[in-house]
């Protein structure tokens, strides 16, 4: 009789099994990569607004309308906000920008993040929270030194 031996059974279930793994989540679409990769590019673009507010000696501020957060600088030296200002632009050339994908969304208090000159928030400290992630992965911005964690 031909048949398949306990070996080769064996690693095809691996095979199987690992290719689950791999290829199940990017099918069921409830993996959470999309709102993780979302909340790290707007951790990334907070703590470039804050570095860029700091080595420009200008105020920047991130707006955050709906699912987007964008970035701007302001265009004059000690300026309250960005209302006489520019999009900031990123490492890239482009302006500043962050945009959700899939289902992913936040909510942030206060509405608008703005650092001043030295790179402290002038709205004081700030959490970002954001749907289908753990609140342990909420974004938050420290009052006193501009500190995003």
Request: glycine share 10%; with cysteine.
């Amino acid at each position: 009789m031909a048949g398949f031996t306990l070996v080769e059974l064996v690693v095809i279930i691996l095979i199987i099994g690992i290719l689950l793994v791999a290829v199940l989540p990017r099918w069921s679409g409830s993996s959470g990569l999309d709102e993780r990769g979302f909340r790290d590019s707007v951790m990334s673009a907070l703590r470039y607004a804050q570095k860029s507010a700091i080595a420009a000696h200008r105020t920047t501020c991130v707006t955050f309308t709906g699912t987007t957060a964008v970035v701007s600088i302001s265009t004059a030296f000690g300026a309250s906000n960005c209302a006489v200002g520019s999009a900031l632009a990123g490492p890239d050339g482009n302006a500043m920008q962050v945009t959700a994908r899939g289902s992913a969304t936040f909510s942030s208090v206060p509405a608008d993040i703005i650092f001043n000159a030295a790179g402290s928030p002038l709205t004081g400290a700030a959490t970002l929270s954001f749907t289908d992630l753990p609140a342990a992965l909420a974004i938050t911005v420290a009052a006193e030194t501009g500190y995003v964690h």
